[in-house]
């Protein structure tokens, strides 16, 4: 079964730098979701996108998220300045249409120090 | 308050029992999917229900949505350790926005 694919596993960085999160969606996929479940807690929606602009965004997804579809192929995640309260695993997901399900990456998780 | 409440938040079954899972909404559920995840790992899909009514099943699993489209339960029929994880259900809440529940952390003793 075609898979998405995120980019790093495990990403460490210091408080107040910037981050970006990679992911592949599946080629054929127009619809496009970031999620983070901070340990132990619940799968958070942060933002989805469609047709090069964001749908809906959750208000966690403040000014420091942006989401970018740069070549096509590519969905990424930018945290310009990090807090330690980032550190939570991300997940990436997408799928065909809207009445279909999502495919989930497996994540990045992301730990601030 | 939740978007959808999970019932209950944690479970712990003797291997071969089975069990039910809940997952309520106050809105009507444009479509309800039910989600595996293993601890620390991705999201395995697990079932699919759009319509009021519909139940399906898969190996031991069943997944049902009530006709006002606003409760879903999981049945798990003679569990096994490999059913141990934590279960969400997942809705579209209109537009773009799929919300989960808390999730129900599911132990399987032997």
């Known amino acids: 079964e075609p898979e998405v694919t995120q980019t790093p596993s495990h990403q460490v960085t210091q408080m107040g730098q910037e981050v970006i999160l990679r992911c592949v969606p599946i080629?054929?996929?127009?619809?496009f979701y970031w999620y983070r479940q901070i340990l132990g807690q619940k799968v958070e929606f942060l933002v989805s996108f469609y047709n090069n602009e964001i749908s809906e965004k959750s208000e966690i997804f403040d000014d420091q998220f942006s989401v970018e579809r740069p070549d096509g192929s590519n969905f990424t995640l930018k945290i310009r300045s990090t807090k330690l309260e980032d550190s939570a695993m991300y997940f990436c997901?997408?799928?065909?249409?809207?009445?279909?399900?999502?495919?989930f990456g497996s994540g990045t998780q992301l730990s601030v120090l | 308050s939740q978007e959808l409440e999970q019932s209950p938040q944690s479970l712990i079954v003797q291997e071969g029992k089975n069990l039910t899972i809940n997952c309520t909404s106050s809105?009507?559920?444009?479509?309800l999917y039910w989600y595996k995840q293993k601890y620390g790992e991705g999201l395995i899909f697990l079932m699919m229900l759009q319509k009021g009514g519909e139940e399906k099943s898969h190996e031991k699993i069943t997944a049902k949505l009530d006709e006002k489209k606003q409760q879903s339960s999981l049945h798990i029929t003679a569990s096994q350790p490999s059913h141990a994880g934590i279960y969400l259900c997942g809705a579209d809440l209109g537009a773009q926005k799929l919300v989960f529940g808390q999730g129900t952390r599911l132990t399987i003793n032997p």
């Open positions: 809105k009507t559920l444009y479509g």
């Open positions: 080629s054929n996929h127009l619809y």
């Open positions: 997901a997408s799928r065909p249409n809207r009445d279909e399900k999502l495919f």
